[in-house]
C-alpha cells in the first residue's frame, strides 16, 4: 500500500452565532452511558460560559468531571477576543494544563517567560505554576484548554512546562501502517512524571484501527481536521473537524477516516497512575 502525500494541517476553531431560524432542530449529537458526541453545530453562543478573572473571553465546556462517566478532567475551547486574557487563568491549586492553540496569536507567560504561540502552539503546563493568558492581536484567539489535577507520587518530581508546537513533533507511525495510523507524543510515554499524554492522532485516507480497544483510559477527543467514522460502544458514529467526543472508561472504540484529507484528532487520556480504591 503507497502512503499518499501529506496535506496542509489545518485547525478548526468555532466562532458561535446561532443557526438559522429555518435549520431544523437536529445534529448528530449523543449522550450515553458509555460516551458522548458534541458535533461542532451545537457550539453556538447560548452555551458559553464566562470566568471569573478572565476579561474579554468566552468559553465552550465541553467535559467535566461527572460522577458515573468521566472522573479525570475538564476540556474547554476558549475563545479571547482581542485585549483580553488572564493573569490567573487555574482557580485550582494543583491543577496542571494543556493549551492547543486553534486560531489566533496567544501570549503565553509560565513563570515569567513569555512565549509567542501560533496555531498548531502546544504548551503542557506543570502542577503550582504561575502562568498567564493575553490575546495582544486585533483578531481573536481560540485554544483548547485541558484541566487535570495532578496525581503526586512519593519521590517522583512533578512534570516541568514546556511549549512546543504540532510542527515540531515527528509522527511516529503504528507497527505495520505504513504511516497510515500515527500519533504525535508530546511527551516520553515512559516518563513517569506525567499522568496525562494529550497526543494528536493522525489517519491519512485509508487508515484505521481495526480493532475495538477497551481500556481504562478516559478520553477527550477535539476534532481538529477532516472527517472519520468512529465505533462508540455498539454504535458507528460519523465524526468532522470541530466535532467533540467524550468516551468513557472501557468504552469499546475503534474508527477509520473516511473523506480525502488527513483525519486528525487532539487525544486526552489519563496515565502511569494506579486506579485510587478509596475517594478521598
Not at 501529506?6 to 449522550?31: I, K, V
Not at 513517569?192 to 478520553?219: K, S
Request: proline share 9%; net charge negative; charged share 20%.
Amino acid at each position: 500500500m503507497n502512503r499518499p502525500e501529506p496535506a496542509p494541517r489545518t485547525y478548526y476553531a468555532p466562532t458561535g452565532g446561532l443557526p438559522d431560524q429555518n435549520q431544523r432542530a437536529r445534529e448528530h449529537a449523543h449522550f450515553t452511558n458509555a460516551y458522548a458526541v458534541i458535533p461542532r453545530g451545537v457550539m453556538s453562543d447560548i452555551v458559553t460560559s464566562l470566568f471569573p478573572g478572565w476579561t474579554r473571553t468566552r468559553a465552550w465546556v465541553l467535559a467535566r468531571p461527572l460522577s458515573g462517566f468521566a472522573e479525570t478532567f475538564a476540556q474547554y475551547i476558549v475563545e479571547v477576543s482581542p485585549g483580553g486574557g488572564s493573569d490567573h487563568p487555574e482557580p485550582e491549586t494543583g491543577a496542571e494544563a494543556v493549551i492547543f492553540v486553534l486560531a489566533g496569536h496567544l501570549r503565553l507567560v509560565i513563570d515569567g517567560v513569555g512565549n509567542e504561540m501560533e496555531p498548531g502552539g502546544y504548551a503542557f503546563i506543570g502542577p503550582h505554576t504561575r502562568w498567564s493568558v493575553a490575546n495582544d492581536s486585533d483578531t481573536p484567539t481560540t485554544f483548547v484548554w485541558i484541566r487535570k489535577q495532578y496525581e503526586a507520587v512519593d519521590g517522583i518530581e512533578p512534570p516541568p512546562s514546556f511549549v512546543t508546537s504540532d510542527d515540531a513533533v515527528e509522527p511516529l507511525g503504528m507497527p505495520d501502517t505504513v504511516g497510515f495510523w500515527s500519533t504525535s507524543r508530546f511527551v516520553d510515554p515512559d516518563d513517569l512524571r506525567y499522568d496525562m499524554h494529550v497526543n494528536i492522532v493522525t489517519f491519512l485516507p485509508g487508515g484505521t484501527i481495526p480493532f475495538a480497544e477497551t481500556h481504562v483510559m478516559e478520553h477527550g477527543l477535539y476534532v481538529l481536521q477532516g472527517r472519520g467514522v468512529y465505533l462508540l460502544n455498539q454504535d458507528w458514529v460519523e465524526v468532522a473537524e470541530g466535532d467533540f467526543l467524550w468516551l468513557r472508561a472501557f468504552c469499546p472504540q475503534a474508527c477509520y477516516a473516511a473523506g480525502q484529507r488527513p483525519f486528525r484528532y487532539l487525544l486526552y487520556k489519563d496515565v502511569n497512575r494506579h486506579p485510587r480504591l478509596q475517594l478521598r
